[in-house]
């Protein structure tokens, strides 16, 4: 830590950088120029750390903004001039930002604390023990009927059918499900409308014997079942 | 897959202007050795010791740099990798080889967040790596014999006073024993603890289950580190260790657990972990202790074995709605839950809970069968009560919800010979719930995870003929566990490619998890052991004999 204290204005220019809109439209050559100057005000003249690896990209760009911002200036007022200067020309004026900074300074405990749009690191990447789920199987991108009933691709089946106006609403894929059996028990509700509504037939039995209503009722699709059970 | 490789794409992108650089980032070493290494031992996946001569080393080197260079191109995993890992994996057999093609290869790499091993910004991993790098446990080159990295310290030379926090924190020891105390950490972890990838389920430790891991036999309250903030001492970080006797292959080693590393989610940017992990180290030195056991769900320079969850779906619509696992394309949710039903009554005669006089038998029947794997905890007779019996809960069966006590966190049966009386096997089995984020049905995943067991049919014979025949015994044995725990409601039994596990979790309809278990030594040299690959001749998973909470 420098023994500098920044200036009021300076906490204010940062405050209002932080969540600027006009920052997102600079390069990063500048929000690196404005990272360096930042670190050279709040905490030394030039990183106590060693650089880091060519592999942390990001980490090390900043170090070397850093590193560079404390050759160039000698004091953080210097530092500290340079930035509200760059802060000044990306829309900070030292008067509109006051409003800001009462409410950061109203409660310095929050400084604490991250900024929510700070998205948290992913919660997983860690020690101990890692959450698992089931490895789902490949993504298949099938545009078949029944692959349409699966996906819950309500326009894909809405085109099909217009095209394809001949198109057997009934037919069994290779395990002998019909498309309103894979709809039913997926809960794809849209499109059991649409195939009950092009005449599908509602009774068929599936290789388990089972009919779409009991698939729906199984899988705790009441919307599905409601459907099916009103005649 | 894709959103989080969206934003890693973007992160070159945001320069933070606010946030803390990490003081305590000393990156040493060459990155490209260490690449080099990684690529050895985490990708390939031979032994360290094949890489001892020059030239192969240089090949490799090269090797690894194109590969590099095709990474840091995109985000993807290069075709290379993919099909270098596929022969690999196909070479060496297993009963992986005949399920891998290039598409699961790149999934199972892609979830091994190889990227980010690579940008060496595995989230609190990459602080892992930098903490404690200098002793990671295969460390350069073949394991010459297996032993200490860095000598111990006496008391005296060992750093007297905490490590300094960042302004508004504070050190605080915590008292697992003080109901309040473990309430916060309970608070803590179930709030930030690890969740999975999708961000849709996190651990949920309970209280009983913290006080049951973190206080077995001969525990020191100092390696329970919290960090408070000052100025109203809320608890926003955690790391613990527990003592324990690890026997490395032909070595017992005296050494600490490392787990529960948690840092409040709103305080990732302050680098918080690797002063926790160096705090704790600190302690552990202060007692003596050189060595660590770890374990992460990533990949971080260099594990010692890697092990992966497999999963036996109990409750199919739960499971179902809450996306735990998905309905394959060639089945309905009906059809799953036929294929999956557990039959109402366990199979073995002389089945029975374990109880307070089986202590002696079982902890006897543990010592002989642990004998089995290269890696394992030693337990005594006053460890076994700790492990299997202090969890079993209060009052009656049935009073804590169907087939649980209240408080229950272990369950653990004995087959007891009923004409010898002899207890012969053994099982347990622990409760460990995870919060169903953002689902107002089902709240709480209920999983029971597979824990020790033991059966003397391995004690007996040998070669394939005892193979075969402790299988068998296997198969029953946690047959009768998954019984247990659907009866006892749980949604799903969880189990890792560990110990003798391999050869009977497809045949009790165990499917693959997503989730790896990477193990880790740190200050302690020895030869990759057997977990998800034979290792040495070693069959997968016998190297390791050691669940981790």
Aim: hydrophobic share 35%; aromatic share 8%.
């Amino acid at each position: 830590m420098s023994d500098h204290k920044p200036s009021l204005d300076f906490q204010n220019a940062a405050a209002y950088l932080a969540s600027a809109p006009s920052l997102t439209k600079v390069s990063t050559v500048v929000k690196l120029e404005l990272y360096g100057a930042f670190k050279c005000v709040t905490c030394s003249r030039i990183p106590s750390t060693s650089r880091p690896s060519i592999f942390d990209m990001t980490g090390r760009a900043k170090w070397d903004a850093w590193s560079a911002a404390g050759k160039k200036f000698e004091h953080p007022q210097d530092a500290e001039k340079s930035y509200l200067e760059m802060a000044c020309s990306l829309g900070w004026t030292p008067s509109a930002a006051v409003e800001g900074n009462v409410e950061s300074n109203s409660t310095a405990e929050d400084d604490i604390w991250d900024k929510d749009e700070v998205p948290p690191s992913a919660g997983s990447g860690g020690m101990g023990n890692a959450v698992s789920t089931m490895a789902p199987g490949p993504e298949v991108i099938d545009k078949t009927i029944h692959g349409l009933a699966l996906s819950n691709d309500v326009p894909g089946l809405n085109t099909l059918l217009d095209k394809n106006p001949d198109t057997n609403l009934n037919v069994l894929d290779e395990y002998g499900y019909a498309p309103i059996h894979l709809a039913c028990d997926r809960g794809n509700t849209e499109i059991v409308k649409i195939l009950l509504a092009q005449g599908a037939d509602r009774n068929i039995k599936d290789p388990d014997d089972l009919s779409p209503l009991e698939l729906s009722k199984e899988a705790g699709h009441s919307e599905i079942e409601a459907l099916l059970s009103s005649a | 897959m894709s959103a989080p490789q969206k934003q890693k794409e973007k992160i070159p992108e945001i320069i933070d202007t606010t946030i803390d650089a990490d003081v305590s980032d000393n990156e040493s070493g060459s990155d490209v050795e260490e690449h080099d290494q990684f690529a050895v031992d985490g990708v390939t996946a031979p032994a360290p010791s094949t890489s001892t001569s020059q030239k192969k080393k240089k090949k490799k080197k090269s090797k690894a740099k194109k590969l590099l260079n095709a990474i840091r191109g995109k985000d993807e995993i290069p075709q290379a990798v993919v099909d270098q890992v596929l022969d690999k994996v196909k070479a060496e057999g297993g009963a992986a080889a005949s399920e891998a093609n290039a598409e699961n290869v790149r999934e199972a790499l892609q979830q091994m967040k190889i990227m980010d091993v690579v940008k060496g910004k595995a989230g609190i991993g990459g602080s892992i790596r930098r903490t404690w790098e200098n002793t990671s446990s295969t460390g350069e080159g073949p394991p010459i014999e297996d032993g200490y990295i860095e000598p111990s310290k006496p008391r005296a030379e060992v750093r007297q006073e905490p490590f300094p926090l960042p302004k508004d924190f504070e050190w605080s020891t915590l008292d697992i024993s003080d109901p309040v105390q473990i309430k916060e950490v309970y608070d803590l972890l179930s709030l930030n603890y690890i969740e999975d990838d999708q961000a849709a389920f996190r651990f949920q430790y309970s209280a009983e289950f913290l006080a049951w891991a973190l206080m077995p036999p001969g525990y020191h309250k100092e390696w329970h580190v919290g960090v408070r903030v000052s100025s109203n001492k809320k608890l926003v970080a955690f790391i613990s260790g527990i003592p324990m006797n690890l026997r490395i292959r032909k070595h017992v080693v005296p050494l600490v657990e490392i787990n529960y590393l948690c840092v409040h989610k709103k305080l990732r940017s302050k680098r918080l972990a690797p002063v926790l992990i160096k705090e704790v180290t600190r302690q552990c030195h202060l007692k003596g202790i050189f060595q660590a056991i770890y374990t992460a769900g990533i990949v971080i320079p260099t594990p010692v074995s890697v092990c992966r969850y497999y999963h036996r779906l109990l409750n199919i619509p739960k499971l179902v709605d809450t996306r735990f696992c998905y309905v394959p394309r060639h089945m309905t949710l009906a059809r799953m839950t036929r294929v999956n039903k557990v039959t109402s009554s366990t199979s073995l005669p002389g089945l029975r809970e374990m109880e307070e006089k089986d202590i002696a038998a079982v902890a006897e029947l543990y010592t002989q069968y642990m004998k089995r794997f290269d890696m394992i905890p030693m337990f005594d007779v006053e460890e076994i009560r700790h492990h299997f019996l202090s969890g079993k809960g209060q009052g009656e069966i049935g009073s804590g919800g169907v087939g649980r006590r209240q408080k229950q966190v272990t369950w653990s049966y004995v087959v007891e010979d009923r004409e010898t009386g002899k207890i012969t096997d053994f099982f347990s089995f622990y409760s460990l719930p995870s919060t169903v984020i953002g689902n107002t049905t089902y709240p709480l995943l209920e999983a029971a995870y597979l824990y020790y067991y033991a059966s003397n049919v391995g004690l007996k014979g040998e070669g394939a003929e005892q193979d075969e025949a402790l299988k068998k015994r296997l198969m029953a044995l946690v047959g009768d566990a998954l019984v247990i725990a659907n009866e006892a409601k749980f949604d799903v039994f969880n189990a890792l490619s560990l110990m003798d596990n391999a050869p009977i979790l497809q045949d009790l309809k165990f499917g693959l998890g997503d989730g790896f278990l990477n193990f880790y030594l740190y200050n302690w040299r020895t030869a990759p052991l057997a977990g998800l690959n034979i290792e040495g001749g070693i069959p997968a998973g016998r190297g390791i004999g050691i669940v981790m909470l």
